[in-house]
Structure formats: C-alpha cells, structure tokens
C-alpha cells in the first residue's frame, strides 16, 4: 500500500471526530463526473505493461522505468529541481494516468502546440518544464538531458495506442467545474470544509505532513507549495482538482458549492513568487491577466495583497535560467 495512504488511514482510525463520520457515511462511493459527447478513451499503460512489453528494447525499458520514478518521487531531487514538497504524482495521481487527475499522456498526443500560457508554440519537454517551473516551485531538467529523456519516454510511453492531435480526450485536465467562481464564494464556508475535510492530512495551516522526513502529505500554502505561477492556483482548476480527487480516497463526496469555497480559501493564502514577477505586482498582473484573472494573485485578502512580496521559498532563485529564452520575456 501507498505511504500516505497507510498514514492516512491510521489517522483517520484516530479518529479524527468530523472526518471519519465522514467517511462512514459515504463508504466509498465514487461519484465522477460523465465523459463529455463523443470524447475520446484511453487507456494508459500500468507498470506491468512497462515491465512485460516484449516490443521495449531492455535500454528504452530501462529510460522509462527512470522517468517514472522521476515522476513518482520527484522528491528525491529536491534542491536541484525541485524546491517544495510536490512530486509529479502529487497532482497527477495514479502515476500520471489517472481519469480527472489532469493525465499526463494527453501532453504526448497533442504536442507541439500554441500555449496560451507562454503564447508560443510548445513542445513536451517545454510543458514538462512549465509544471517544474511552476507547480514544483523549482528548476526544470537541462532540455535534452537524460533526466528530461527519461521523463519524455514515461509520458510518451503512456499515451502508446493513443490518437495523435485528437483533442476530444476524455477526463482530460482538472477543468469540469466551469471557469467561473459561483457568485456567493466564500473564504469562511471554505475555512470550515477545510477543518472538517482537509486539515487532518495537509495540517491545521495547510503545511502538510512529514513522516521521518519524507513528505507524505504535501502543503496546500506557504512556502512548500506550490508558486503562484502554478496551474492550479487558478480557483477553477483547483475546484475541479479538488471535487474529483480530495479527500484522498473519497473522490466526488464534496458538493461543488464546497469544492469551489475550499479551493479560494486554500488559494487565498500566500505562496512562493511567480517566476514571472517583474518586481512590480501591479505591472506583472496587468502583463499575465488571462492567467492572474482565475487567481486572487494581487488581491488584497484579509488586509493583505497576496503575491506582494519577493519570497521565493526553498528556491535561491527567481527564474530558472534554461526557461529563460523561450518561456520568458
Ligand atoms: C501542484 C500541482 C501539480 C504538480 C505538482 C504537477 N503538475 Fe502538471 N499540471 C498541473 C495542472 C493544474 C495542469 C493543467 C491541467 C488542466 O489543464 O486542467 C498540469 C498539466 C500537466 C501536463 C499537460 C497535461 C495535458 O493534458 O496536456 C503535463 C505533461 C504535466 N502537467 C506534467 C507534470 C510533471 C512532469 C510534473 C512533475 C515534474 C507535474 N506535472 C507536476 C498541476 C501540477
Ligand atoms: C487522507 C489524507 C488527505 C485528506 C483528508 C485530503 N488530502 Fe489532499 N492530498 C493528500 C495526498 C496524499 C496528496 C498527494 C497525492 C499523492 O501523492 O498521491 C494530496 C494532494 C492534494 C492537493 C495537490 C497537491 C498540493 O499539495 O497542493 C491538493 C490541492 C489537495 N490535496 C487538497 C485537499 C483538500 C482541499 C482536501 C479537503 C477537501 C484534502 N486535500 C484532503 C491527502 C489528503
């Protein structure tokens, strides 16, 4: 059994008052969303496949297996790319090939392409990048390297039998929320879903949990986080995130009304800086609206503008430099 799973149950047969009623009254039932009309299903390859694939050359076998344990325990290269408690897994669950867990082979299938993101024409090891850059609060492998090999081969080895530039895939991403926040938001229902749902594994101040030393729960906010670059500081994307695959183990059981509350409750905390900061948070929000638009970067919450600041965590940098030429301007 997974770490943070075994964790995970023993504290709740600690019994945890709210959580574990909880969970007893809802014994695992799963409740996803529908695949959209027509949209398009594959079925990722496990690690069995990986191991017993009689086409894989032993040395391709061996590149991809390394890419898979780069994804699986990202955390074992902390401080060089990684400077906060994430692995790749810690969002794309199920090894990358989970259903509404944002999988990854999709990336394999219809890249390169135009990224709204960094408005240029992206290939996979560049959207590799952006989740080291941002998510990861870190610096990406050198493109070309072994290390981002290995990670290409695993991604691309996912999507084998997989349509190429058919885009129609479904439970892609995290997005089935809609992008817009319901009107009656609220920073204190989410505060109160938190305590009830989330604090027992990610901590009363969204900090995680450590186990000797190795994350087994990651931190929500602060400066183990993500940055606010990420993806999923967007409120929409971590609602959907959130609904689908939070409480760990009990996807669907938060209604969508406490799905979105916790979600802006989590993302109205500070984090580290967006690699993309200018120096000027007015100037950098203004330059990146179509992202920052979906976030509460800049907002001034609980008497405090978020993002105000030039903390970048564990990370002794701003922006990774290899990024530079093609991410940033
Ligand atoms: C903090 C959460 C988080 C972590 C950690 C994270 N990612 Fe992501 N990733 C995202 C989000 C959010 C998206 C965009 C999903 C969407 O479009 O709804 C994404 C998208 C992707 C995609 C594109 C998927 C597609 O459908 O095209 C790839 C590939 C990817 N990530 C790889 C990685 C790798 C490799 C790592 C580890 C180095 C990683 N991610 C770590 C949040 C994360
Ligand atoms: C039983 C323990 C547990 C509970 C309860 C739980 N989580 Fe998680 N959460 C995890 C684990 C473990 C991961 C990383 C997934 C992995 O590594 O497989 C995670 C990952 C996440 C992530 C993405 C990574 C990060 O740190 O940002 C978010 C966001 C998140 N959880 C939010 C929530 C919210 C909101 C709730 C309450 C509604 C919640 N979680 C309840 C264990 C838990």
Redesign the pocket.
């Known amino acids: 059994m ?1 770490k ?1 799973l075994k964790v ?1 149950l023993s ?2 047969g600690a019994s945890v008052a709210g ?1 574990a009623v909880a969970a007893v009254q809802d014994p695992g039932e799963v409740k996803l969303p529908e695949y959209k009309e027509g949209a398009y299903v594959h079925d990722a390859p496990t690690l069995t496949d990986i191991k017993t694939d009689p086409d894989l050359h032993p040395e391709l076998r061996q590149v991809i297996l390394k890419g898979r344990d780069m994804f699986m325990n990202t955390q074992k290269y902390r401080g060089e790319y990684v400077f906060n ?3 790749c ?3 794309h ?1 199920g090894e990358g090939r989970m259903p509404w867990a944002a999988p990854v082979w999709p990336a394999a299938t219809t890249l390169p392409d135009f990224r709204g993101k960094n408005k240029h024409v992206n290939s996979l090891e560049e959207r590799i990048a952006g989740c080291f850059a941002y998510s990861m609060n870190g610096k990406p492998p050198e493109y070309g390297s072994d290390d981002m090999l290995a990670l290409v081969a695993y991604h691309t080895y996912m999507a084998k039998g997989a349509k190429v530039y058919d885009k129609n895939i479904a439970a892609r991403g995290f997005n089935h929320l809609g992008k817009q926040m319901p009107e009656d938001i609220s920073y204190d229902a989410g505060q109160q ?2 305590t009830d ?2 604090a ?3 901590g009363d101040n969204g900090e ?1 949990k450590r186990v000797d030393g190795e994350v ?5 906010w602060g400066d183990n ?2 940055n606010w670059g990420a993806g ?1 500081t967007r409120i929409f994307t ?1 609602a959907s ?2 609904q689908n695959n ?4 009990q996807p669907g059981r ?1 209604s969508d009304k406490e799905a979105w509350d ?1 979600a802006y409750f ?1 993302n109205a905390h500070e984090r580290p800086q967006d690699p993309r900061y200018t120096g000027d948070i007015e100037e950098t929000r203004k330059k990146h609206n179509n992202f920052y638009q979906w976030s509460l970067y800049g907002q001034e919450i609980n008497g405090k503008v978020l993002g105000d600041h030039n903390n970048t965590g564990e990370k002794p940098f701003l922006k990774p430099d290899n990024l530079k030429p093609r991410t940033f301007d």
């Open positions: 997974d943070s995970a504290l709740l959580l408690d994430m692995s897994k810690s969002c669950m879903v938190y749902n989330c027992v594994c990610h995680g087994v729960f990651p931190a929500l986080s993500y999923i971590a995130f959130i939070m409480p760990l183990g938060l916790v989590i």
